[in-house]
T-cell receptor, first 114, second 114 residues
């Protein structure tokens, strides 16, 4: 069974540009989560999808971040326009039927905003 | 707000020694406590978890203890090996229905010296 995959693995952009991160969860997993780790700090929750619906987006930092999960399969996280403080590692995780199941993490996308 | 404190931030042990990492959480309604191991260039991988109706859980060289009254939980690794070197994260979650965001600690960098 393939794990959670994320694309790209690295992205370097300039302040003000737009970046779109993609996450493909484990096939059949209804729950998809986005997290972010900034400069050696803790991993912080951004949002949670159940299928195509946003279940909890309380961790989204501001309206420059837009997450979508059309069709309930893969998800994208767009940052527009990017700021310096958006640099960090963005992780995606998925879990099967309910949120009580183990969350399986992808390898992350390392974003550097210059 | 919800918060998890993790100590120590770095830990260096000799191969064969034990390692202990401690976490304290603030949300008394938390009921699920996973531990993740992150190796260089990879995403966090679940190594063990415990739910609030259990005080201790063991899996080979790894054990986790939970004290709900004191709101703290610990990871114990015995007979450490060089391949145990990684960053370890504790997390707490109030899993209920279809909600399950993880609140992470700051991480502990464990170095096992051969």
């Amino acid at each position: 069974e393939a794990g959670v995959t994320q694309f790209p693995s690295h992205s370097v952009i300039e302040k003000g540009q737009t970046v779109t991160l993609r996450c493909d969860p484990i096939s059949g997993h209804d729950n998809l989560y986005w997290y972010r780790r900034v400069m050696g700090k803790e991993i912080k929750f951004l949002l949670h999808f159940v299928k195509e619906s946003k279940q909890d987006e309380s961790g989204m930092p501001n309206n420059r971040f837009l997450a979508e999960r059309t069709g309930g399969t893969y998800s994208t996280l767009k940052v527009q326009p990017a700021e310096l403080e958006d640099s960090g590692v963005y992780f995606c995780a998925s879990s099967p039927w309910t949120a009580q199941e183990t969350q399986y993490f992808g390898p992350g996308t390392r974003l550097l905003v210059l | 707000g919800e918060n998890v404190e993790q100590h120590p931030s770095t830990l260096s042990v000799q191969e064969g020694d034990s390692a202990v990492i401690k976490c304290t959480y603030s949300d008394s309604a938390s009921n699920y406590f996973p531990w993740y191991k992150q190796e260089l260039g990879k995403g966090p991988q679940l190594i063990i978890d415990i739910r609030s109706n259990v005080g201790e859980k063991k899996d080979q060289r790894i054990a986790v203890t939970l004290n709900k009254t004191a709101k703290h939980f610990s990871l114990h690794i015995t007979e450490t090996q060089p391949e145990d070197s990684a960053v370890y994260f504790c997390a707490a979650s109030r899993v209920s229905g279809n909600t399950g965001k993880l609140i992470f600690g700051q991480g502990t960098t464990l170095q096992v010296k051969p």
